[in-house]
């Protein structure tokens, strides 16, 4: 149990579709993280948010849309997707959004998603 | 370009030999460097880390070389386990950036026994 769950673990959806990724954090950090991570490519940062605010956004397209309602949960909602887009989708928590002295993140397990 | 570069996608390596694992990068103001792990269909867990005064760290049966000079660091597991088996993610940080890890690509170990 890393403290950080995420759902649903796979998902697969139409171009058309909009749909929701989750995840909680059950750690108390006060800093989330969505990454993707596309086949043979390394894990690539989409966004950061620090006591809710989002911090850093690495020039996501806007088909992606992140919500952080508060400090333990943070959502990716999805729309209009390509296929391109089929990525594994890891959310991430730390203590604090600026990672010095060699903080670690911890990550959820995961979603799988496929869009077709 | 990456800046954290893993170039062996895999590595086999026997039941109770030493895995070394390798990563390289380009940016010389890099802070700290971790390792990461990661079981099929599970996210990635820390495993260690060094910052970047130092030159070794040791935990366990886990050491991290650092050679600044080469800029290049690595990760030694003796003795290697079957459990061992899994991806290892080499990751570094920006203090001054620092809102982020920046990942290789990984490299998968499979320890036989």
């Known amino acids: 149990e890393t403290g950080v769950t995420q759902t649903p673990r796979h998902l697969v959806m139409g171009m058309t579709n909009k749909k929701s990724l989750k995840c909680e954090q059950h750690?108390?950090?006060?800093?989330m993280y969505w990454y993707k991570q596309s086949a043979k490519k390394p894990l690539e940062l989409m966004f950061v948010y620090s006591l809710e605010e989002r911090v850093e956004n690495n020039s996501v397209p806007s088909r992606f849309s992140p919500e952080c309602p508060n400090s333990s949960h943070l959502f990716l909602h999805l729309h209009t997707l390509q296929p391109e887009d089929s990525a594994l989708y890891l959310c991430?928590?730390?203590?604090?959004?600026?990672?010095?002295?060699?903080?670690?993140?911890?990550f959820g397990p995961g979603t799988r998603l496929t869009v077709l | 370009d990456q800046q954290v570069k893993q170039n062996s996608p895999s590595l086999s390596v026997q039941e109770g030999r030493i895995s070394i694992l390798n990563c390289d990068y380009t940016?010389?103001?890099?802070?700290?460097f971790l390792w990461y792990k990661k079981y099929p269909a599970e996210g990635p867990t820390f495993l260690i880390s060094i910052s970047s005064i130092k030159d070794k760290n040791e935990d366990g049966r886990f050491t991290v070389f650092l050679n600044k000079s080469a800029k290049h660091l690595s990760l030694h597991i003796v003795p290697s386990q079957p459990g061992d088996s899994a991806v290892y993610f080499c990751a570094a940080i920006l203090n001054q950036a620092g809102t982020a890890l920046i990942f290789g690509k990984g490299t998968t170990l499979s320890v036989s026994s």
């Open positions: 991430a928590s730390s203590q604090d959004s600026r990672l010095a002295g060699g903080d670690e993140q911890f």
């Open positions: 940016n010389s103001m890099f802070d700290y």
């Open positions: 750690l108390g950090h006060n800093a």
